[in-house]
Structure formats: structure tokens, C-alpha cells
């Protein structure tokens, strides 16, 4: 295509994308319809990309898409962890609404089940092709430790809507250690069937507990001191898998190798792509280009391993003539953690860099910087204009949201939780929702709104995660933060009670509403 096509193209989708939408037709929607990728990282923090102000390390691959895109300042992931994270984005049902929504064990059954109604389902519903590379952890198979991973296990990702995946069980430091490519071990090694239990050991394999020696790339720092793969020992027990045991440092190459691929096949459909980094979670094992190359270290590393990943995925679109009319949706599943398990040296190495940037908490936090994430939205082909978004939006409504765009509907029942916001998305409206919630790791939620961030009251004593050195955000009591003044550092719930009883409402009613449909007119 030359660049005057191009250009008329971009004009043509952009007016039946603009203000004029609602007035399009039907079939004209239809011939327009973007691709879309989300980029899905693991535990990348609100500071931790240049473009939101990171020290230490350069994301240029990033950076561009935000200075052509929409970059949001109050974009949020819907829990503090990854499972449940994933589950809402995915299904636009709060994960908290099922006690079975945890953080996964490697050989969970799966927990979206095939008649649930999911991203992939609307997607394909509206032709797209669908695919899912990289980090799952939301379980494969029909129940919890029964999988046999040397057959075809019997529900996988293509029970979901999914026509394509290759994938990660659970993350990189739960067992098992290989890919699974529509629903069997990629590259699998008969001569060493693969076992799985996060019971107890098998017979005579070695563990990072008993056989630390064996632990040539990562040791644990607390946690992790399981089964050793590839010189680093991981939560659970596994025996075997010979060839298809993956190396850490080549995790990132394979998934944007078969992304990529994936993309020159389909270049002629119409796509839905999920594609979820296993950076930057534990174990950081980035490979070798990107070693001593930042001076944080590991984790710093594997931020570059991440912008490497976006820069491979937008330069094959770029090649493919596609990049134009691809809505990439760039986000985290939560926020960071620093020491998450291994000794990466990542919190000597910081060095003033700070990964939730100037929010409270972290990863499996009550406070902001357990949710409130990256958020960048591009699209050259409608976002014409590159802004800053301050509007309040949730990955829960990714799925209605995109219906919207796609023009699918969504059976009667579905994705209770999710609501169309594909103008703030897209950055014709400023507002975004009235409310979020949050979801942290030990359950409790929180409601912001512009001004204010609510966390219900809870009975955990913890205030620190100690392992990981994380701020939780609990307290017996209910806590008000005003977030125009200094974000979540003066509980003000005594001095605003009307205030709290007004959040504590939106939650009562969300919670047993099971429909979050705004009512509420909130400051
Ligand atoms: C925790 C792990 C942590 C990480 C987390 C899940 C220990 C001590 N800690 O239980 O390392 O795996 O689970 O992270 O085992 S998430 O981003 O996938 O939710
Ligand atoms: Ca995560």
C-alpha cells in the first residue's frame, strides 16, 4: 500500500471511528474493523517504562506507541494479582465473585470453564481469528493435579474461543516448565513423559531445598525451592519433559517468535491477539543480548526484554502493512514486586528507580500501586491525535468495550461487570468510569473514584508483605484517601463519614448486584 492509501484509509477509519460513529452503518463498521493485540505484561509497575517517567531504563519501543497513542494516568488492572486479574479482563466478571480465582497453581484445572463467555468468544463471534501466546495461569484441563500432560489434555484454551495458543502453564516459576500448544506439550520428548504434582516430590529428583548446588543461574530468596529446571528451582514438583523443558533466557524469544508468526499467517483475517509476556515476573532470566546491559540488574533487564518483545510485535506489523488499522492495547496484570522469590539482586540495584513510580504499595497490595498500571492505547488509524488520559478506566471493560467496537453482542447474562468505555479508550472521552474497583491479594476491595480511594475495613494484621517488603493497605478500620492531595497517605475516613458511607454503598450494591452498570453520581 502506498502512502497516499494509507492516508486515505486512516481518514476513512478515522471518521467511522471519530465523533461520527454512533451515526455509521453497519456493513461500513464491519469492513473497518481494526486488528487487536493486547500486550499483557506480568508485574510491570506504574513507573516502570520510560514514558511513565522510570529512571534507569529506556523502552523506546514503548515510548513510541505512547507518543502516538493515548497513555492513561488512572488505567487500571482489576485485581492485585495475576490469576484473578486475568480472569476479570478476560470473562468481564469480577474474579472475586468465585472463591476459586486465587493466584494458580501450575496444574489447576482450568478456571474459565468452556461454556463461560470470554474475549475470545466475542471476538471470533465477530469473524476475527484468535490466538494467545505467553503467561496463562488460569489452568488447563478439568481438574486440579487429574492433567495428563503426555496426552491431548481434554479443555484447553480453543474451549474458550481461542483458535490458536501457545502458551505457559501457569508462570515461569511454577512447574510444569514447557509450553502448551493448543492444549498438548509443544515439542514434546517422548522419551521423557512429563509428571506434575504440587503435592509432594517424585522419587529421586532433586530439589532447591536439598540440592542447592545444582542451582547454577537462580537461587531462591524465599519460596521457589522446588524442582530445579535450567539451573533454577520453581514452586511444585515435576519429572521429566527432556526437550520440551523450556530455558528461562528463551522464554521471550519463542513467544515473539510464534507471535510473529502468527501474524505473517494471518495477515489477510482479521485478528484478536493476546499476547502475554512472561517479563517482568520471577525468575528474571533474560537472555543474553540484554545481559549487563542496564544497570539495575536483572529485573532492569527484563523491562528491555519486554520493550524488545512490543518493538518485534509493532516492526512485524509495521512489515505486514498492518500497523495502520491494529488496535494495540498495551497494560499490566498488576503491579510490581521487587524481590518476588529469587535472589536477582533486584532491590540493591535499584538505584532511586521507583516501579510503582509515586503510588503506595505494590503487587498483592489494597493501596494503588497494587492495580493502577501501564495503560497505553494506539491505533494510528482513528488516534490521530496523541494524548495524556487522566480518565478512570478498569480492564474489566475491555470486553464490553471492544464489542462495542466490533459490533458483537453479548448473550444476555455475560460479562456482567463490564461496560462499554471505548470513548475513553479511545480518548474522545476524558471522564472514563464513575468508579473502579480493586481487588487485592487477601480479598479486600477498594473503590476510586476521581477524588477519592476507599478500602473496605479487613482483619488481616499484616501491613507489610515481609517476604517481598510490600505496603498492603490493610487496616481494621475503614481508610479514605483524597487523591488530589497526596495520593494514599492521610487516612481522612474520620473527617469525610458521609464520604465513606457514599463508597461504601457503590460497593455494597456492586457486590451484590453482580451488574456494575453506573448508577452512582460520584465525585
Ligand atoms: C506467589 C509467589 C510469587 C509469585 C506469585 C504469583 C512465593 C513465595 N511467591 O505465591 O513468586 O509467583 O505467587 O504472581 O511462592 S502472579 O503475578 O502470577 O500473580
Ligand atoms: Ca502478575
New binding site residues.
Given amino acids: 500500500m502506498n502512502n497516499s492509501s494509507i492516508g486515505m484509509l486512516s481518514l476513512a477509519v478515522a471518521s467511522v471511528y471519530g465523533t461520527a460513529y454512533a451515526q455509521v452503518g453497519k456493513q461500513e463498521k464491519a469492513q473497518q474493523l481494526p486488528n487487536v493485540i493486547f500486550i499483557y505484561a506480568?508485574?510491570l509497575g506504574f513507573g516502570d517504562l520510560e514514558c511513565y517517567g522510570a529512571r534507569n531504563v529506556e523502552t523506546p519501543n514503548v515510548n513510541r506507541l505512547a507518543e502516538n497513542g493515548i497513555r492513561f494516568t488512572n488505567g487500571y488492572a482489576s485485581s492485585a494479582?495475576?490469576?484473578p486479574s486475568r480472569y476479570s479482563m478476560l470473562t468481564g466478571e469480577y474474579a472475586w465473585r468465585r472463591d476459586d480465582t486465587g493466584?494458580a497453581p501450575g496444574d489447576a484445572g482450568m478456571i474459565i470453564r468452556p461454556g463461560q463467555y470470554t474475549m475470545a468468544d466475542m471476538f471470533k463471534s465477530a469473524g476475527y481469528s484468535t490466538a494467545a501466546f505467553g503467561k496463562w495461569?488460569l489452568g488447563l484441563g478439568d481438574e486440579t493435579g487429574k492433567q495428563d500432560w503426555n496426552a491431548p489434555l481434554p479443555t484447553a484454551l480453543g474451549d474458550l474461543g481461542f483458535d490458536y495458543s501457545y502458551i505457559m502453564a501457569a508462570?515461569a516459576?511454577r512447574v510444569p516448565c514447557v509450553f502448551i500448544e493448543n492444549g498438548q506439550v509443544a515439542n514434546y520428548d517422548p522419551s521423557a513423559p512429563i509428571y506434575v504434582s504440587f503435592e509432594k516430590n517424585f522419587p529421586g529428583e532433586p530439589t532447591g531445598k536439598e540440592n542447592p548446588e545444582l542451582l547454577y543461574n537462580l537461587k531462591p530468596s524465599?519460596?521457589?525451592d522446588q524442582s530445579i529446571v535450567n539451573g533454577i528451582s520453581r514452586?511444585g514438583y515435576m519429572k521429566g519433559g527432556g526437550k520440551a523443558l523450556w530455558k528461562d533466557e528463551n522464554i521471550a524469544d519463542s513467544i515473539v517468535g510464534r507471535a510473529v508468526q502468527y501474524l505473517r499467517q494471518h495477515r489477510d483475517e482479521r485478528f484478536f491477539m493476546y499476547f502475554a509476556t512472561n517479563d517482568i515476573?520471577?525468575p528474571r532470566f533474560p537472555h543474553e543480548r540484554f545481559r549487563g546491559k542496564n544497570k539495575m540488574g536483572l529485573r532492569g533487564e527484563a523491562i528491555m526484554q519486554f520493550d524488545w518483545s512490543v518493538g518485534q510485535i509493532m516492526q512485524a506489523l509495521d512489515e505486514l502493512g498492518l500497523a495502520e488499522n491494529t488496535l494495540v492495547i498495551l497494560s499490566s496484570?498488576?503491579g510490581p514486586v521487587v524481590d518476588?522469590?529469587y535472589q536477582d539482586r533486584a532491590v540493591e540495584l535499584l538505584n532511586g528507580h521507583s516501579p510503582a513510580g509515586d503510588l503506595r504499595g505494590g503487587?498483592y497490595s489494597a493501596f494503588d500501586g497494587g492495580t493502577r498500571v501501564p495503560l497505553i492505547v494506539y491505533w494510528p488509524a482513528v488516534i490521530r491525535e496523541p494524548k495524556v488520559s487522566d480518565a478512570l478506566v478498569s480492564q474489566v471493560d475491555w470486553l464490553a468495550s471492544l464489542a462495542a467496537l466490533a459490533g458483537a453482542r453479548i448473550p444476555k447474562g455475560n460479562a456482567c461487570d463490564s461496560s462499554d468505555y471505548l470513548q475513553s479508550l479511545l480518548g474522545t472521552d476524558m471522564v472514563g468510569r464513575p468508579w473502579v474497583i480493586g481487588h487485592a491479594a487477601n480479598n479486600t476491595l477498594s473503590v476510586r473514584t476521581k477524588q477519592w480511594k476507599y478500602i473496605e475495613a479487613n482483619d488481616d494484621s499484616r501491613t507489610v508483605l515481609e517476604?517481598t517488603n510490600t505496603e498492603l493497605g490493610n487496616s481494621p478500620m475503614p481508610q479514605l484517601y483524597d487523591m488530589t492531595v497526596e495520593g494514599e497517605r492521610e487516612n481522612v475516613a474520620a473527617k469525610y463519614p458521609e464520604k465513606v458511607f457514599e463508597l461504601e454503598q457503590i460497593l455494597r450494591q456492586v457486590r451484590n448486584s453482580g451488574n456494575n452498570t453506573p448508577q452512582f453520581t460520584v465525585q
Fill in positions: 506480568d508485574d494479582t495475576s490469576t493466584i495461569h508462570t516459576d524465599h519460596g521457589h514452586i515476573h520471577v496484570d498488576n518476588d522469590g503487587k517476604e
